[in-house]
């Protein structure tokens, strides 16, 4: 078999794509709504097919290279969740959730995975969606498995669950494994942003690093109706504090030469993390930007499947596509 392809839906800034390519996977369609991230995504790999459009409205009849492809992912925004109990619940989330199982009748991929809340797989707040899950696909004819991963147990400097559902063609369903950890040491806060604070000569940044030593805590990105970034509900933000970092914004610089780091005194005198530190906390390579203003900057990146993750999940995907099972029949 030659080299395996996904359809990406709703995709942000593009870490469940950039992990499945890492992986091996090669996309044939990347889909979101956002003007912005959308942006993200051509800036960082032209040669991938873009396509802003509402998944809602997307009719695969008038994008062909849509069908007969090995996979159909999507890191869909995050559904209720413990992390998100006081958020005005519009359901759309949850709408979403169901038109990517729609979509799975229409194009018919050899295997299906959906990230989101770990509660997904669990909570009974969501069990009307399994049950539709359950249903459509195995109609369809797929086994399904429900896991959740850790963010932090694949090399991410941070702790952060997926609620993850794997769907694999029956022929190949008893193949896949859900992935296991890749590290037996969680990556710390200080560990992964060291070197970028001390890129503008603060000497102060060994010392910092020393006290973040830990991962960071989950970073959330917060919804286009909220205010500005910040780093997370109150009791993450008591965790960063911990870490001498100021969690009640983002900075648009790292510190200089100049700066006095003296948490006692302070946020003023603490550090603030940057869009490209949060993005390197979520396992994005360095070069890999992220376009916008730095509120919608810092809400791609806290919504985003870290890379590392999406690859652990591909690498999963491909051992069950690749095993010695019957060769794939579209229809």
Same mark, same amino acid.
């Given at each position: ?184 040491? $969680? +990556?710390? &806060? #200080? ?6 604070? %001390?890129?503008? *000569?603060?000497?102060? /940044? ?10 960071? $805590? +989950?970073? &959330? #990105? ?6 500005? %970034?910040?780093? *997370?509900?109150?009791? /993450? ?11 009640? +914004? ?82």
């Amino acid at each position: 078999m030659g080299g395996l392809t996904f359809v990406d839906v709703c995709s942000g800034a593009g870490g469940l794509a950039l992990g499945l390519e890492q992986a091996g996977f090669e996309p044939r369609l990347l889909l979101d709504d956002d003007e912005v991230p959308v942006e993200t995504l051509r800036a960082n790999r032209p040669r991938w097919n873009v396509l802003r459009a509402d998944l809602f409205t997307f009719d695969p009849a008038e994008h062909p290279e849509s069908y007969d492809v090995d996979l159909l992912a999507a890191g869909l925004p995050r559904v209720r969740s413990s992390a998100t109990a006081r958020r005005v619940d519009s359901g759309l989330e949850e709408q979403l959730l169901k038109a990517t199982i729609y979509l799975v009748h229409a194009i018919r991929p050899r295997a299906v995975l959906i990230e989101n809340v770990p509660e997904l797989t669990h909570a009974d707040s969501h069990e009307a969606f399994r049950e539709f899950a359950r249903t459509e696909l195995d109609h369809l004819g797929y086994t399904f498995s429900w896991f959740v991963m850790n963010a932090v147990d694949f090399g991410v400097p941070q702790n952060r669950k997926h609620g993850v559902l794997v769907a694999v063609r029956q022929q190949w369903a008893d193949a896949f494994r859900p992935p296991v950890p890749t590290v037996k040491e $969680p +990556t710390t &806060v #200080g560990a992964a942003l060291a070197s970028s604070m %001390a890129a503008r *000569g603060w000497a102060d /940044a060994s010392r910092w690093a020393a006290q973040a030593d830990q991962p960071a $805590p +989950t970073l &959330v #990105g917060g919804s286009k109706n909220r205010g500005g %970034a910040d780093l *997370g509900p109150t009791r /993450a933000k008591k965790k960063w504090a911990t870490m001498g970092v100021n969690a009640h +914004t983002v900075g648009d610089t790292v510190p200089g030469p100049d700066f006095i780091w003296d948490p006692e005194l302070g946020r003023d005198n603490m550090v603030k993390i940057t869009v490209e530190q949060a993005a390197l906390l979520q396992g994005f390579p360095a070069e890999w930007g992220i376009s916008g203003l730095k509120t919608a900057r810092y809400r791609q990146v806290g919504h985003a499947t870290p890379p590392p993750v999406g690859k652990a999940l591909g690498r999963a995907v491909a051992e069950a596509l690749n095993s010695d099972s019957p060769a794939f029949t579209a229809g």
